[in-house]
T-cell receptor
Framework: GAGVSQSPSNKVTEKGKDVELRCDPI?????LYWYRQSLGQGLEFLIY????????KSGLPSDRFSAERTGGSVSTLTIQRTQQEDSAVYLC????????????FGQGTRLTVV | GENVEQHPSTLSVQEGDSAVIKCTYS??????FPWYKQELGKGPQLIID?????GEKKDQRIAVTLNKTAKHFSLHITETQPEDSAVYFC???????????FGTGTRLKVLA
């Protein structure tokens, strides 16, 4: 595709339910990132993929958060047993090889936990 | 650890005036500095970037300057327009690493 695509664009879920957020990076981009942005705040790093492996998961806030990437392309961020504090915009970005090259962001998934 | 400080956090300017946003980075090995613009309800979009082998880069009304000695880089927007109103993020990155270290963002308001 032309850019990074994320789905859904909006998700409202009940506290305690699991959610899956999807990211389709730009074709050929080996590096993929997930960030979280709370209302009016900056970009909080969650996880980095190079190909299908995740060398850096240090930003995942708890063990309720996990992510995978298959075929070096699509990535899924899963949040189990959602809490209200998980409400935020989840942004995905991809770049050709990683740092030092342009990173392109998707439009984000706005998650609301009620 | 690596850090990027960004100032100011909010900035209001009159339409037609210039706006300047400043960032300071801590890792002297950083050599790639992108700037992103985030409009309401959208993801950040790259607007300009600079590498450490140049001191200034310009693209129409926006320019970025880099002072490697002081570890400062700045975004300059001239002849501001209402559509420039957004949140701007600076970032720093280093060859051979994967990380982008982002600043905390500047909310720019251009008053008509």
């Amino acid at each position: 595709g032309a850019g990074v695509s994320q789905s859904p664009s909006n998700k409202v879920t009940e506290k305690g339910k699991d959610v899956e957020l999807r990211c389709d990076p730009i074709s050929g981009h080996t590096a993929l990132y997930w960030y979280r942005q709370s209302l009016g705040q900056g970009l909080e790093f969650l996880i980095y993929f190079q190909g299908n492996s995740a060398p850096d998961k240090s930003g995942l806030p708890s063990d309720r958060f996990s992510a995978e990437r298959t075929g070096g392309s699509v990535s899924t961020l899963t949040i189990q047993r959602t809490q209200q504090e998980d409400s935020a915009v989840y942004l995905c970005a991809s770049s050709l090889t990683g740092g030092n090259t342009e990173a392109f962001f998707g439009q984000g998934t706005r998650l609301t936990v009620v | 650890g690596e850090n990027v400080e960004q100032h100011p956090s909010t900035l209001s300017v009159q339409e037609g005036d210039s706006a300047v946003i400043k960032c300071t980075y801590s890792d002297s090995a950083s050599n790639y500095f992108p700037w992103y613009k985030q409009e309401l309800g959208k993801g950040p979009q790259l607007i300009i970037d600079i590498r450490s082998n140049v001191g200034e880069k310009k693209d129409q009304r926006i320019a970025v300057t880099l002072n490697k000695t002081a570890k400062h880089f700045s975004l300059h927007i001239t002849e501001t327009q209402p559509e420039d109103s957004a949140v701007y993020f600076c970032a720093a990155s280093t060859s051979g690493t994967y990380k982008y270290i982002f600043g905390t963002g500047t909310r720019l308001k251009v008053l008509a």
